[in-house]
């Protein structure tokens, strides 16, 4: 299946499963593909949602606080669904935001949130790929729960190399002063929308941003959150 993800993306038949090109009757996956996904474990930590015993705090949010109180995630960050990430972001299987945004809308109440903000790309960035991700992610929720969404007010000012290649500890450094936000928040609610929570480090900072600006509440949403293996 890894080897044929790229290939059967590149010839979606319509009505067909993704993944195993049966007949979805019109959804991007099958039941039972959909079935299988690497859901989130139940025992998470509340704030950031990695792993832990018994669903308790993590060490990494008991000993430097996040901005943001709560991470709603879909999905681990497993195969097949990194597949599905990378599918969407390499190669513009934009369908997929939407498909990804219903996952999420699921386990979004709308009546916590004010405003849904998509975690921003840098101009260069965006100009590269043509669209970012997060923002097709967000307009899917936006769609179906009615949350308001702004995809100005929060930009990226400063282009840095991409985290991946970067060593846990370096991450942080690497987006300090990454973000900057034109509005007052004051008293709102924040939804702040990615795809793909890694270590968090970029998520942290834009949080930080946002709650500088006076924000009263910050959630996160991704789409999968990695787990330490
Ligand atoms: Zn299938
Ligand atoms: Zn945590």
């Known amino acids: 299946m890894r080897a044929t993800l790229g290939a059967l993306a590149r010839h979606l038949l319509p009505g067909s499963c993704l993944l195993c090109g049966a007949d979805s009757e019109n959804t991007l996956l099958c039941q039972a593909c959909s079935a299988d996904l690497p859901h989130q474990a139940t025992a998470v930590c509340p704030q950031c949602s990695i792993e832990t015993s018994l669903g308790e705090r993590c060490g990494t949010c008991l000993k430097s606080p996040p901005a943001f109180t709560r991470t709603i995630a879909a999905f681990r ?9 990378q599918a969407l972001k390499y190669s513009h299987q934009l369908p997929l935001a939407n498909w990804f945004g219903g996952c999420l809308s699921e386990q979004i109440a709308a009546d916590e949130h004010d405003l849904l903000l998509p975690l921003p790309l840098h101009p260069s960035r965006l100009r590269d790929r043509g669209f970012n991700q997060s923002v097709e992610i967000a307009r899917a929720i936006h769609r179906r729960l009615g949350v308001p969404m702004n995809t100005d007010c929060l930009t990226r000012i400063r282009a840095t ?8 500890k370096e991450r942080a450094k690497n987006v ?4 900057e936000c034109t509005v007052n928040l004051s008293g709102k609610r924040i939804l702040l ?14 949080a930080r941003i946002l709650e500088l600006h ?3 509440q910050i959630t ?9 293996h």
């Open 77 to 85: 960050y497993d195969f097949p669904v990194d597949r599905l990430i």
């Open 161 to 168: 190399p991409p985290q991946a290649a970067l060593p846990l």
């Open 176 to 179: 300090r002063g990454a973000f």
């Open 193 to 206: 929308i990615d795809d793909v929570m890694t270590t968090g480090s970029t998520l942290r900072e834009c």
């Open 214 to 216: 006076g924000a009263a």
């Open 220 to 228: 996160l949403a991704v789409v999968a959150r990695a787990q330490r």
